[in-house]
Structure formats: structure tokens, C-alpha cells
Nanobody, 121 residues
Framework: VQLVESGGGLVQPGGSLRLSCAAS????????MSWYRQAPGKARELVAG????????DYVDAVKGRFTISRDNAKNTVYLQMNSLKPEDTAVYYC???????????????WGQGTQVTVSS
């Protein structure tokens, strides 16, 4: 199983970034996908999740209305569109895969290596 994130970087407050996660080694369309993040000195937290079909999405309150999770099962890729970024969004963002979406109650089975997002002027 491989999950490879890309698209992170440095952006000014109010800016946008689009993260991508390319998946391989498993049946992507059968897995729920999520994005987690971990800021320095803080616990890892769920950001957003999407069911295997893409029919349902879920967001933590801190990103609702600003972030959008989506997936393309034909391309084995999940995305996180991040708009109106704030300094508190600065973190390493991780792509994850799990057979059933559990909203962080149980950690997902598979994790990517992470991509750094820094929001700063």
C-alpha cells in the first residue's frame, strides 16, 4: 500500500492550496479516505473524510466552509482543496485509507508520509 501526498507548501493567509494523494496497492474505490493534520506540539487531528463512493463527506468544525475533500476513483486519487487558509492551518497533512469511515474513533489502517502546509505572511 502506498499513499503519496503532494501539493503542500508556503502560502499567505487567505490563500489557497490543493493537496493530492495518489493511492496504490489496494482497491481504492473500496476504501474511505481521510485527511489528518498535525501541528508542532499538538496532537494529530482529523480534518476531513470521504466515503468510498464519494457520496458522503465529513469535516471538523475548524475547516467547514473553507476545505473541500473529493476523490476520483478512476485516478485512485483523493484531494483536499483548502481555501481562506489561516496560520492555524499550518501543519503536516496526512492522507489515510480505511475500509469504513470511523471519524477518527479508530486510527485508519494506512497513512501517507505527509506534506507540509505553512500559512504565513
Amino acid at each position: 500500500v502506498q499513499l503519496v501526498e503532494s501539493g503542500g507548501g508556503l502560502v499567505q493567509p487567505g490563500g489557497s492550496l490543493r493537496l493530492s494523494c495518489a493511492a496504490s496497492g489496494f482497491t481504492f474505490s473500496a476504501y474511505a479516505m481521510s485527511w489528518y493534520r498535525q501541528a508542532p506540539g499538538k496532537a494529530r487531528e482529523l480534518v476531513a473524510g470521504i466515503t468510498s463512493s464519494g457520496g458522503n463527506t465529513d469535516y471538523v468544525d475548524a475547516v467547514k466552509g473553507r476545505f473541500t475533500i473529493s476523490r476520483d476513483n478512476a485516478k485512485n486519487t483523493v484531494y483536499l482543496q483548502m481555501n481562506s487558509l489561516k496560520p492555524e492551518d499550518t501543519a503536516v497533512y496526512y492522507c489515510t485509507a480505511e475500509r469504513s469511515y470511523r471519524r477518527g474513533i479508530i486510527p485508519p489502517e494506512y497513512w501517507g508520509q505527509g506534506t507540509q502546509v505553512t500559512v504565513s505572511s
